[in-house]
């Protein structure tokens, strides 16, 4: 079983930075971490993600060069750096984890969650 603990959401300015930490227990070293996020009145949507050795990280178009994916295996701790942060990334993030070598980018492919983390990007 594997436990999933989100933590660093915040309020920010828009162009200011957040890091999201994503603390996890139990079997995660073969297994694909990903970042999604949800809106109010909006479908969950992928953010990013990044694969069990950390060589393979994907983005969602939105935040391409602006958000960063990375994992300290020591820690068992993921990380989403955001950076140039807007207003419409405005949300509440989760951390997600699927006991599989490739990436994938739908929630419905994610076996295990966290249970959010607010982050609201005042204009």
């Keep these: 079983q594997v436990q ?14 957040l ?3 994503c603390a996890a227990s139990g079997r995660t070293e073969s ?14 949507e992928f953010v990013a993600a ?8 994907v983005y969602a178009d939105s935040v391409k060069g602006r ?14 750096e955001m ?5 419409e990334d405005t949300a509440v993030y989760y951390c997600a984890a699927v006991r599989r070598f490739d990436v994938v980018i739908t929630p419905g492919q994610y076996d295990y969650w966290g ?3 607010q982050v609201t990007v005042s204009s």
Excluded: C, H
């Design 31 to 44: 297994s694909v971490m990903g970042w999604f996020r949800q809106a109010p009145g909006k479908e969950r």
């Design 19 to 21: 890091r999201l930490s």
């Design 115 to 117: 249970q959010g983390t």
């Design 50 to 57: 990044i694969n069990w050795n950390g060589r393979t990280s």
């Design 67 to 80: 958000f960063t994916v990375s994992r300290d295996y020591a820690k068992t701790t993921v990380y989403l």
């Design 83 to 87: 950076n140039s942060l807007k207003p």
């Design 4 to 17: 999933l603990i989100e933590s660093g959401g915040g309020l920010v300015q828009a162009g200011g930075s």
